[in-house]
């Protein structure tokens, strides 16, 4: 799985909830040429849910766990032509 690859940023996201969380990691990955690879540890319980659904919106790549914990980390691959979200509210698309 390509979860394995070397990360260019890690963030430890801690127990920040979805909307927080997903802010940190928008902010971390606005600086990141498209491929990096990103590794996010939290323990948000939904984090499995909201990272894939971040991903799908934004055109950024989700995929999967790297490592199960405590605390799990979540593996992102930066996008080529991510889509902007609002700056208040992370899972929506500016415009």
């Known amino acids: 799985m390509e979860a394995t ?6 963030i430890d996201g801690g127990d920040l909830s979805c909307a927080r969380l997903l802010i940190l990691l ?5 600086d990141l040429p498209a491929g990096s690879i990103v590794h996010l540890s939290t323990t948000d ?14 055109g ?12 799990p980390v979540y593996v992102v691959r930066v996008g ?7 700056p208040d509210r992370p899972w929506h698309p500016v415009g």
């Open 26 to 30: 928008r902010g971390r990955v606005a």
């Open 45 to 58: 319980p939904v984090a499995p849910i909201d990272l894939p659904a971040w991903c799908r919106i934004t």
């Open 80 to 86: 080529a032509s991510p889509v902007e979200t609002r």
């Open 5 to 10: 690859e070397q990360p260019a940023e890690r």
């Open 60 to 71: 950024h790549d989700y995929l999967g766990v790297a490592e199960p914990g405590p605390p």
